[in-house]
């Protein structure tokens, strides 16, 4: 059963993290539902919060730390 899933990230705010932060996601064949950018306390990080719907989410995390 295919479940949504939010994933929340605090992202450096810089030219490309966006398609970065997509590429990763298509590269596993996930649909980004839903893509929420907000900004932070700190003016050079942003907070992301991305919905998916998947049944599992491995090895993305691990993927999003190089980021």
Known sequence: ???K???SLLVENEVGVLARIAGLFSGK???LNSLTVGSTEDISI???TVEVWQLRLSGIASNMIVC
């Open 5 to 7: 899933r939010w994933i």
């Open 1 to 3: 059963m295919m479940k």
């Open 46 to 48: 942003s907070r992301m």
């Open 29 to 31: 064949s996930y649909n």
